[in-house]
């Protein structure tokens, strides 16, 4: 009968971490789909003939976004 227990007890410690992990990927995802969509900006705006001035806005505010994302999953994870 305890083997029986450590067995589940293993299982219930894998199951923790992997969902561990994956809260931990799922708060960082966002900031990474930021930096994306600007890295992706930046290289497609010059071939539609967007002003550099638009550009260059463009990739303050997806940079502004990707700090506030990073910031706000930082701070939730403070105890």
């Known amino acids: ?8 007890d293993e299982f219930d410690d894998a199951v923790g971490t992997l969902r561990h ?5 799922h708060a960082e995802i966002g900031a990474l789909l930021f930096a994306g969509i600007g890295i992706g900006a930046v290289v497609a705006a010059p071939a539609v ?5 638009i550009v260059g806005g463009a990739v303050i ?3 502004l976004a990707a700090l506030l994302e990073i910031r706000g999953s930082r701070a939730a994870s403070r105890p």
């Open 1 to 8: 009968m305890e083997w029986v227990l450590k067995v589940v």
């Open 21 to 25: 992990g994956w809260l931990g990927l």
């Open 49 to 53: 003939g967007a002003e550099p001035a």
């Open 61 to 63: 505010a997806a940079n």
